[in-house]
């Protein structure tokens, strides 16, 4: 199985030239914790945690007028062929049907607490283990969660070595493994981040593993391997990351009531995700600070995969 991983930026990353300027000034990123040792967790509940490490880099030219949707609900109402990864013609994720409402309380988290942290993902994976396993059973297809990797200090992975320069968390397809760095999610969460943010970051991990276990990111990995140039495969990339962004959002919309996620928790999550799209001209992979939000919200508004169409979609919503 190739290794596939997606990088996630960093929230507080500065605009590079020609970052087109989506946001106000973002407020400077505390320093990272002390490194110390690692935590490594496979099975018996244990099996999800977050990273961003795939591939994608793609923009329209700085001063390039964009399409914008009227609202969230336009977002997969595309013109594309539908022939792509995870494209209409053969989406999977359109057999499971729409996310049911997930009982997942929140627990106490005191980010600077290493126990407490931990408690905590552990906690909101098993969550999403028990979510989607239901999702995969809807639409009779295998489902075998992930295994988690919680690190403190540097190590490796089929994927690489971790930590990397702005990687807080990321996705190894070889393994199924979700890599979190537990200090370094606090970190480089905006404005330290709190529960809602933290479980972003994480349902957008298991998002690239949803997108593994459906078949979606073999073909993306095909295709991206076949694709004629460095545009075109950062075209690719930056589907599967919205499409991450959004099938994270389903999840975000299941726990809604009981996490809970009201109008604050709602607008720290679509925040976080605006802060965490493409501000260097120069390394484009996960789309616009905008577009980021747009797909997550979506995810939370319809809780239905097969809402999260990235591959369908018009250019201008996954620039």
Known sequence: ????????????????????????????????????GLVLLTGLGAVGLAGFLTVSELAAPPGTAQARPASAQEASAGTGSGTGAGGAAGDPLRTTGEMTEVECPAPEVDPQDRESMEAFLHEITDCLDTAWQDRFAEGDMDFEPPTRVFWY?????????????????????????????VEDIVA?????GGPETYTFVLSHEYGHHVQGESGILARFNAERGAASDAAARDRLTRRSELQANCLGGTFLGAVETSFP?????????????????????????HGTGENGALWTEHGMDRRDPAACDTWSADDGLVE
């Open 188 to 192: 480089d969460s905006w404005d330290g």
């Open 1 to 36: 199985m190739a290794a596939t991983g997606t990088r996630f930026a960093r929230a507080g990353r500065a605009g590079g030239a020609g970052a087109r300027a989506l946001l106000p000034e973002r407020p400077p990123r505390p320093p990272m914790g002390p490194v110390v």
């Open 261 to 285: 996620i009201g109008d604050e928790e709602r607008e720290h999550i679509l925040e976080d995700a605006r802060r965490r799209g493409d501000y260097d001209s120069a390394d484009r992979t």
């Open 153 to 181: 200090a540097s190590g490796q992975s089929p994927c690489g070595n971790f930590p990397a320069e702005g990687t807080s968390a990321f996705y190894c397809q070889a393994n199924k493994g979700l890599y979190l760095g």
